[in-house]
C-alpha cells in the first residue's frame, strides 16, 4: 500500500524555522516526482513546492520562494521541507504529495495525499 | 500567480450532470495540457479524478471527465450522486514550471 506519512509540524513563533519530514513506503519513491501542498484553515489549496524524481528540477511558489527549501533523500524515502522566516500566513496542514506519473520531465497530477502535518505560526 | 478561477458554488440533483470551470491564462491552462482535479470531502485529504486534462487514475469513475478549450478546463460530473457532494479545485502546470491551483468550488446535491 502507498503511503506518505508527514511529520514536522507544530506551533512556532513568527520568524522562526521548522523542518517538515515525509517518510514514504508502499513505491518506488525515486521515480516520481514529490510536493507540498498547504491548506489554510478553511481555505483553498495551494501549491507549496514541488522536486523531480531525481532533484534535477525544483519549484516553488511565489508565496515562500526564498523562504522555503524542498529537499528529498532518495535512499532514505523521505521528503522534506525546510521553512525559514515563518509568517502568520504560513499557518496550515501540510501535505506532501506523489505525483501519478514515473519519471517525468513535469508535474502531471498530485495523485496519492498524507493525512498533513499542522504548522501554526503565531506570538 | 494569480488562482486559477472557479465558480463558488454548483448544484445538481442526483442523476443529473454537472460541470465545473476553470479558467487560467496563456500562462498555464492554454498552454499546457497539464490540468489535474481534485476531490475533498470535510476533513479529507484530497483526492485526484482527472490528471493531464482528460485521463483518469485507476480506480475513478467515469462519471468524472475532463476536457479543456483554450484557457478553460471543466470537470464534467455526470450521474451525480448523493457522495459527489465536496469540495473541488482544479490546478495546472504553468509556464513557470509551477503549479497552480483554483479557488475550489463546493458542489451541492440537491
Known amino acids: 500500500e502507498v503511503q506518505l506519512v508527514e511529520s514536522g509540524g507544530g506551533f512556532v513563533q513568527p520568524g522562526r524555522s521548522l523542518r517538515l519530514s515525509c517518510a514514504a513506503s508502499g513505491f518506488t519513491f525515486d521515480d516520481y516526482a514529490m510536493h507540498w501542498v498547504r491548506q489554510r484553515p478553511g481555505k483553498g489549496l495551494e501549491w507549496v513546492s514541488g522536486?523531480?524524481?531525481?532533484?534535477?528540477?525544483?519549484a516553488y511558489a511565489d508565496s515562500v520562494q526564498g523562504r522555503f527549501t524542498i529537499s528529498r533523500d532518495n535512499a532514505k524515502n523521505s521528503l522534506y521541507l525546510q521553512m525559514n522566516s515563518l509568517t502568520t500566513e504560513d499557518t496550515a496542514l501540510y501535505y506532501c504529495?506523489?505525483?501519478?506519473?514515473?519519471?517525468?520531465?513535469?508535474?502531471?497530477?498530485?495523485?496519492?495525499w498524507g493525512e498533513g502535518t499542522t504548522v501554526t505560526v503565531s506570538s | 500567480q494569480s488562482a486559477l478561477t472557479q465558480p463558488a458554488s454548483v448544484s445538481g440533483s442526483p442523476g443529473q450532470s454537472i460541470t465545473i470551470s476553470c479558467t487560467g491564462t496563456?500562462?498555464?491552462?492554454?498552454?499546457?495540457?497539464?490540468v489535474s482535479w481534485y476531490q475533498q470531502h470535510p476533513g479529507r485529504a484530497p483526492k485526484l479524478l482527472i490528471y493531464?486534462?482528460?485521463d483518469r487514475p485507476s480506480g475513478i469513475s467515469k462519471r468524472f471527465s475532463g476536457s479543456k478549450s483554450g484557457n478553460t478546463a471543466s470537470l464534467t460530473i455526470s450521474g451525480l450522486q448523493p457522495e459527489d457532494e465536496g469540495d473541488y479545485y482544479c490546478?495546472?502546470?504553468?509556464?513557470?514550471?509551477?503549479?497552480?491551483f483554483g479557488g475550489g468550488t463546493k458542489l451541492t446535491v440537491l
Open positions: 490546478s495546472s502546470y504553468t509556464r513557470s514550471a509551477t503549479r497552480l
Open positions: 504529495v506523489k505525483d501519478i506519473e514515473s519519471k517525468a520531465s513535469v508535474y502531471h497530477g498530485m495523485h496519492v
Open positions: 496563456t500562462s498555464d491552462v492554454a498552454s499546457y495540457n497539464y
Open positions: 522536486v523531480s524524481w531525481n532533484s534535477g528540477s525544483i
Open positions: 493531464d486534462v482528460n
